[in-house]
Each structure stands twice: as structure tokens, then as C-alpha cells.
């Protein structure tokens, strides 16, 4: 059964599509994350873009929105991932969810990951939304 998962791709394949789904889901603040890695773990950043990006981001299963929605919840039940958090609140937004989707995600994780972690995720969407201009 063909899972979306194509193992004969090569590493420039996988980079290469990997990169490209990672401008367009995260744009600039993509870029921006990956260019931060370089100097310090530049394989690392490779790992990312090729596993993230071109093999699990890249798969057919799940729309991009869908993808987002799962990510930002996963990171806000972490509650230690806030860097991660509002680049993905800012993906979330680039690929269509709403604020008053990602507000809403964020409360239905207080019945998950406590009241901590949604009150550390809704703060950040509030920070992200701000310096977006959004509501």
C-alpha cells in the first residue's frame, strides 16, 4: 500500500521539495529559522528541510491547514517549545486557518495539556497576531 512516502527519492529530491514546502508554508520566518542553524548544526538544518519538509510536510494525506492545526497543538501541549510555537502560529495563518481557529485550539488543549500550557500558547498567539496585524 503506497503511503506518499516514495523512499527512492534521493537527498537533493528530498531537500530540494523540502524546501520548497517550507517557503511555502513558514515563508521568510522559514528561511530565517534554517539560515539561524547553519553555522552552528548545518546538517541539522538539512535533517529538517528533508524529513520535515520533503518527506512528512510533503505528504498527500493531510492538507497543509490540517498539518498546522496538528503541529500548533502538538507545541502548545509541549508548553516549552514558544519559539516554535509562534513561527507555527504564523504558518497556521499563511496556509488559511483563522485566528479564531488557532484561538480555539489553543483552548481545547487547557483540557489536554492544562491551563498553563493554553495560556502560554494563546499569549503567543497574541504576540504573533500583533505583530501581524490581526485579530
Not at 92 to 97: E, K, M, Q, R
Not at 123 to 135: D, I, N, T
Request: with cysteine; proline share 4%; hydrophobic share 45%.
Amino acid at each position: 500500500m503506497d503511503r506518499g512516502f516514495n523512499t527512492a527519492n534521493t537527498s537533493q529530491d528530498r531537500y530540494e521539495r523540502g524546501w520548497k514546502k517550507l517557503k511555502e508554508i513558514d515563508g521568510e520566518v522559514g528561511e530565517k529559522v534554517v539560515a539561524a542553524l547553519a553555522p552552528i548544526a548545518p546538517d541539522f538544518s538539512r535533517m529538517l528541510i528533508e524529513f520535515g519538509f520533503g518527506d512528512i510536510y510533503s505528504r498527500p494525506q493531510l492538507d497543509l491547514r490540517a498539518r498546522e492545526i496538528a503541529t500548533i497543538a502538538a507545541l502548545a501541549a509541549l508548553g516549552n517549545a514558544q519559539p516554535q510555537l509562534k513561527v507555527h502560529i504564523e504558518a497556521a495563518l499563511n496556509v488559511g486557518c483563522t485566528c479564531e481557529e488557532i484561538v480555539e485550539v489553543f483552548m481545547q488543549m487547557a483540557v489536554y495539556a492544562g491551563f498553563p500550557a493554553s495560556l502560554n500558547a494563546l499569549f503567543a498567539a497574541q504576540e504573533v497576531f500583533s505583530a501581524k496585524g490581526v485579530q
